[in-house]
Nanobody, 117 residues
Framework: EVQLVESGGGLVQAGGSLRLSCSTSGFTFDDYAIGWFRQAPGKEREEVSCISPSDGSVNYLDSVNVKGRFTISSDNAKNTVYLQMDSLKPEDTAIYYC????????WGQGTQVTVSS
């Protein structure tokens, strides 16, 4: 059974940091790029960043303005993807999810990130 379990969210003040974890099971971890997505209230879900566990290549979406603040990484031995979020801003407030870039796996419950001003 495919499972994606996100954790690590919370309430922080602007400028603070959080580290999100995405624990995966039920599929071959390094066969596909894994992405972090977020959905703010009243908005569409959007991709934030992705990583290819097989070669470590990463990408940060220009449209979400996280370059230089967020860092994606993976631990292939643990089938886990991380998102280190620094210099958080109120506009980063959202539920954060992980999935294949295609979004083809069943979505997990996500983890809530709330950044206060």
């Amino acid at each position: 059974e495919v499972q994606l379990v996100e954790s690590g969210g919370g309430l922080v003040q602007a400028g603070g940091s959080l580290r999100l974890s995405c624990s995966t099971s039920g599929f071959t971890f390094d066969d596909y790029a894994i992405g972090w997505f977020r959905q703010a209230p009243g908005k569409e879900r959007e991709e934030v960043s992705c990583i290819s566990p097989s070669d470590g290549s990463v990408n940060y979406l220009d449209s979400v303005n996280v370059k230089g603040r967020f860092t994606i990484s993976s631990d292939n031995a643990k089938n886990t993807v991380y998102l280190q979020m620094d210099s958080l801003k109120p506009e980063d407030t959202a539920i954060y999810y992980c999935n294949r870039r295609s979004g083809s796996l069943p979505w997990g419950q996500g983890t809530q990130v709330t950044v206060s001003s």
